[in-house]
């Protein structure tokens, strides 16, 4: 099973970014995906989960309204478009699949 996010980067207040994750070794379109961060010296939090036909999002409380997740299972992809980003989304974002396996995480850093 592999897990690969990109779209990580450095963006201003205010700014946004789309994350993407593919994945293989799996069978994607069945699988329930979420995507989650880790900020420097806190715990790994749930950002936001999408069912494997996409019908279902749910998202934190802290980014409800300004981040969407979507799915492209043609694609075997998963995507969180960040909009309206503040300094304290800085953290490294990972994508999640079956609430077993991980990707390496990508880095977004808001700042001014």
């Known amino acids: 099973v592999q897990l690969v996010e990109s779209g990580g980067g450095l963006v201003q207040p205010g700014g946004s970014l789309r994350l993407s994750c593919t994945g293989s070794?799996?069978?994607?379109?069945?699988?329930?995906m979420s995507w989650y961060r880790q900020a420097p010296g806190k715990e790994r939090e749930w950002v936001a989960g999408i069912s494997s036909g996409g019908g279902n999002r749910n998202y934190a409380d802290s980014v409800k309204g300004r981040f969407t997740i979507s799915r492209d299972n043609a694609k075997n992809t998963v995507y969180l478009q960040m909009n309206s980003l503040k300094p304290e989304d800085t953290a490294v974002y990972y994508c999640?699949?079956?609430?077993?396996?991980w990707g390496q995480g990508t880095q977004v850093t808001v700042s001014s």
């Open positions: 999640n699949a079956r609430m077993v396996w």
């Open positions: 070794g799996f069978t994607f379109s069945n699988s329930g």
